[in-house]
């Protein structure tokens, strides 16, 4: 199986293929959408793999990556989500979070409106 160390180890070889060799020494932001529809409250309660690979992503952004992601956005957002995350954001530092967004299912107008 997958585990939550798998997740990070992706997460920044994502990272680092992006800087190495798309962004070529510039000084680009990414933001990142997690698409986060399938996800269901007993998944997060009795799977503590999404949890944790949530906070180990936020941790390495926040430690690592900070000044290169100009956002997170979070969209299909089931009601209970942002509860999760509060718990789940607590360990960030108030620049990190204030970089999160997380949006319904209504997101794709304020997607729109974020990135023109």
């Not at 990070?8 to 959408?33: A, P």
């Not at 969209?75 to 607590?90: D, E, H």
Request: charged share 20%.
């Amino acid at each position: 199986g997958i585990t939550p160390k798998d997740l990070q180890r992706h997460y920044c070889f994502v990272n680092e293929f992006i800087w190495t060799k798309l962004s070529l020494g510039r000084e680009d932001t990414l933001m990142t959408v997690l698409d986060v529809n399938s996800i269901s409250l007993s998944t997060v309660k009795n799977n503590t793999i999404m949890t944790k690979y949530l906070k180990a992503t936020a941790e390495i952004m926040q430690n690592y990556y900070a000044g290169r992601q100009s956002c997170i956005v979070i969209i299909n957002a089931p009601f209970w989500f942002a509860g999760m995350w509060k718990g789940v954001s607590s360990i960030l530092s108030a620049s990190t979070t204030a970089k999160i967004k997380i949006w319904g299912k209504d997101f794709l107008p304020k997607l729109r409106e974020y990135i023109s």
